[in-house]
T-cell receptor
């Protein structure tokens, strides 16, 4: 089955710096890659997603890139702010019975120091 | 839009009791709902996929008789942890999606079995 690896597991940056989170996946049939942000004790929230027919997507300070050949995708956060501190999960989808089943990476704890 | 409500948010009960958790999509009809389990500082592990009116599809290693899932309508799915024991203590999160739209998560239920 699909396996999603995420690294680093923790990252600490100074406010204003950029942060990059990298993920790899194993199943070449995966075609949808969302990123979720989870604050302590709260629900995961979708922050950006990308489908395999595009290589890059940007939304203000957040961008995601996808390299299907290498089977890896990355999240880039620019001009980080303390409120960006959270755990970030990447995921890859497998189509199953008309719906998309997500396989999550282990998560990365981002700390943005003021 | 895309609001998912999960109830209760916190449950403490004695070993041997059964606990029911509800997941509702408030402003859309969910073709598929998912149930996840999350241990502290770990990733989301998919337990089962639930489609309205049909039996849930359980992930390998998840006991069907232990974790009963009912998806009676397009807006409601329930997870019942039967004869709960301390090792069942965890954070349970549901998500809902319509077609191939992104998954949206509930707030989660923290289950503590004494």
């Amino acid at each position: 089955g699909e396996n999603v690896e995420q690294h680093p597991s923790t990252l600490s940056v100074q406010e204003g710096d950029s942060a990059v989170i990298k993920c790899t996946y194993s199943d070449s049939a995966s075609n949808y890659f969302p990123w979720y942000k989870q604050e302590l004790g709260k629900r995961p929230q979708l922050i950006i997603d990308i489908r395999s027919n595009v290589g890059e997507k940007k939304d203000q300070r957040i961008a995601v890139t996808l390299n299907k050949t290498a089977k890896h995708f990355s999240l880039h956060i620019t001009e980080t702010q303390p409120e960006d501190s959270a755990v970030y999960f990447c995921a890859a989808s497998i189509s199953q019975g008309g719906s998309e089943k997500l396989v999550f990476g282990k998560g990365m704890k981002l700390t943005v120091n003021p | 839009g895309a609001v998912v409500s999960q109830h209760p948010s916190w449950v403490i009960c004695k070993s041997g009791t059964s606990v029911k958790i509800e997941c509702r999509s408030l402003d859309f009809q969910a073709t598929t709902m998912f149930w996840y389990r999350q241990f502290p500082k770990q990733s989301l592990m998919l337990m089962a996929t639930s489609n309205e009116g049909s039996k849930a599809t359980y992930e390998q290693g998840v006991e069907k008789d232990k974790f009963l899932i009912n998806h009676a309508s397009l807006t409601l799915s329930t997870l019942t942890v039967t004869s709960a024991h301390p090792e069942d203590s965890s954070f349970y999160i549901c998500s809902a999606m319509k077609g191939l739209q992104p998954q949206h998560f509930g707030d989660g239920t923290r289950l503590s079995i004494l």
